[in-house]
């Protein structure tokens, strides 16, 4: 199955943003990379737009919740969000941003899978 799922990945760290895109290459997603939450916004404000964004929790400049709120406020509902983080925190903080999902780290495909395939499938 080929899908053309635009999906927005936003993570400072180099290695994790390599090991996302890997999975999100499965599901032949077009991805685009962020590396925090102000990029991630930008691209939003430029009118970009995703199926799905794939949102670290802390990162320099901005949060991955303070984006999340951002693109909501922006009108951005149809986008499903997944907030990543290892922090015992982080679920709470992302739900209550906004997001529509959340993936504790170290992320697993048979955690993130089932959520791109339900993208793919709306």
């Known amino acids: 199955m080929t899908s053309s799922l635009k999906a927005l990945l936003v993570d400072y760290m180099a ?5 996302v895109s890997s ?3 499965n599901f032949h997603c077009e991805i685009t990379l962020a590396k925090n939450g102000k990029e991630a916004v ?7 737009e995703f199926d799905i964004v794939v949102c670290d929790k802390d990162m320099p400049i901005m949060t991955g919740p303070e984006a999340v709120i951002k693109i909501r406020a922006m ?3 149809d986008v499903k969000i997944v907030g ?3 922090d015992d925190n982080a679920m709470e903080a992302f739900m209550s941003a906004g997001a529509d999902d959340f993936v504790p780290k170290p992320m697993r495909l048979e955690v993130l899978g089932p959520m791109i395939e339900e993208v793919i499938n709306r």
Do not use: I
């Open 15 to 19: 290695v994790e943003r390599m090991v």
């Open 23 to 25: 999975m999100l290459r």
């Open 42 to 48: 930008d691209m939003f404000l430029e009118g970009n």
């Open 75 to 77: 009108g951005a509902t």
């Open 84 to 86: 990543v983080s290892a």
